[in-house]
């Protein structure tokens, strides 16, 4: 599964400019493709780029997915990213923010509307939406849910708290994250047609597990965006009602607010788990990976001594013990080759 995260995973995040002059050498070398496959290897290869440049984790476990799977969930990594480097690291005012996404929504609309990758093109929409509405007609994925995914996003400009766990799992972890989940299961499919909306429930608890994994480990950085994805709930129940990251006072009862988030997204990694085998076969071994790096990545969040000033991350060598060992000569083939 693949999780909006609220910053980059990789090296460094694009600039705006460089991911505008990527666009249009994409775009370019996709309209001067011979044929509709050959622009969709054109679009891919960029997409299968964002991602190893932004999610070191998703990269590694995506790359157990049978190719024809893994280019299209690449495809789907790049519609959700951009929106969200929008509204996380373009240095803009929340009025160019959601202007941008105004703008990125209308395209998604017009490249709805077209019956080819290369007519999307042709109209003008962005390679990772052409890209994206082919898997999305192809897959027959619901429209409605990427229009939720720009709605969560849209609410990030302008951030409020979220009062209780279900208010903040309804009116934003649905969006970010949920939906996401969901785009993923259209591509993965199940097992057979009576197990696909089992999937989709595994979907909706991995989305949730994965959000709140992101926003535990990123509280000090959301907070540097005005940003508090901390029920007030949780918060009031140990007493802080002010919540002030820096005030190392809070910082006793914070490790205890987290704690408890971490045990709620263990919940939903462990009821994901127990839904593993709706999933076409084909796919388990990378969902699987993914709940074991992602869960281990919640476990030391949880029992971290370092505090919520130091990013955590799960070691190289515990990503590798969360895969299929006959199969790790994919991962420096997949570096090698791009």
Request: positive net charge; charged residues 30%.
């Amino acid at each position: 599964m693949l999780s909006t995260n609220r910053s980059a995973q990789g090296n460094r995040t694009w600039s705006v400019e460089e991911w505008t002059t990527r666009e249009a050498s994409v775009r370019a070398r996709a309209l001067a493709a011979r044929s509709e496959a050959a622009a969709w290897r054109v679009c891919v290869k960029h997409a299968r780029t964002v991602m190893r440049a932004y999610s070191t984790s998703f990269f590694i476990v995506s790359r157990f997915l049978p190719a024809h799977k893994r280019a299209e969930v690449e495809a789907v990594y790049a519609a959700v990213r951009y929106p969200d480097e929008i509204v996380d690291t373009f240095p803009l005012a929340a009025a160019e923010r959601l202007a941008l996404l105004d703008e990125w929504s209308d395209f998604y609309e017009t490249a709805l509307a077209c019956a080819s990758l290369r007519e999307a093109l042709l109209r003008g929409v962005p390679t990772p939406l052409a890209c994206f509405t082919k898997v999305v007609r192809e897959r027959a994925i619901p429209p409605e849910h990427y229009r939720d995914f720009l709605r969560a996003m849209r609410r990030d400009t302008s951030p409020l708290p979220f009062e209780t766990f279900d208010d903040l799992v309804e009116n934003y972890i649905y969006g970010s994250a949920v939906v996401v989940g969901y785009f993923l299961t259209h591509v993965y499919g199940s097992i057979d047609e009576q197990n696909f909306s089992r999937a989709l429930v595994a979907a909706c608890d991995l989305g949730i597990a994965l959000q709140l994994t992101n926003f535990l480990r990123d509280v000090n950085e959301d907070r540097k965006r005005g940003r508090l994805y901390l029920p007030l709930e949780f918060l009031r129940a140990e007493g802080i009602e002010n919540f002030d990251a820096r005030d190392e006072r809070q910082h006793a009862s914070l490790r205890r607010v987290l704690r408890r988030l971490s045990s709620l997204s263990q919940r939903h990694y462990r009821k994901a788990l127990d839904n593993i085998d709706a999933f076409a076969p084909d796919c388990r071994a990378a969902i699987d990976a993914c709940i074991k790096v992602y869960s281990r990545l919640n476990e030391r969040i949880a029992y971290s001594r370092r505090g919520i000033d130091e990013r955590e991350s799960v070691p190289t060598a515990d990503k590798l013990r969360a895969l299929p060992v006959s199969k790790y000569w994919r991962i420096p083939l997949a570096y090698l080759l791009g």
